[in-house]
């Protein structure tokens, strides 16, 4: 899910999540609080849920009532349809933090005055 959600470059990022998903899935096992049946499931079930929802949200074909669209026949394609319906199709992959303007400002001002102090100093 991570990779999904952030940029391709972030391999690193990627690795250490990635890292830390396999550390809880064996401190789960080894504190006996599931059996490795059950977390295997709840990884496969999981994994093609957010897969399959997220491919529909994203195919604009199946997101329409048609004689085209078996998935339209399944219960949750409608509280799907209600919840993406301002979603006009797939989200472009732009990625900011979310923090509030003035910071961003603040830390830009800051940022750029560096930037002239160090081309200053070259001077």
């Known amino acids: 899910v991570i990779r999904e959600y952030s940029p ?6 990627h690795g250490i999540v990635l890292g830390m998903v396999f550390t809880a899935i ?3 096992l080894v504190g006996r609080g599931h059996y490795t049946i ?3 499931i709840a990884y496969w079930v999981t994994s093609r849920l957010w897969w399959v929802y997220h491919t529909v949200a994203h195919t604009q ?11 339209s026949n399944m ?10 319906k301002e979603v006009g199709g797939p989200l472009p992959r732009l990625y900011t933090v979310p ?16 930037s002239y102090e160090q081309l200053e100093g070259e001077v």
Do not use: C, M, Q
Request: charged letters at 30%; proline letters at 4%.
């Open 99 to 114: 923090l509030p303007r003035s910071f961003k400002r603040l830390i830009t001002r800051s940022r750029r005055a560096r």
């Open 61 to 71: 074909h199946l997101t329409v009532r048609g004689e085209h669209n078996f998935v």
């Open 26 to 28: 064996g401190f789960l």
């Open 75 to 84: 219960w949750w394609w409608y509280p799907l349809r209600y919840f993406e």
């Open 38 to 40: 059950d977390v295997l």
């Open 8 to 13: 391709r470059k972030y391999f690193a990022l």
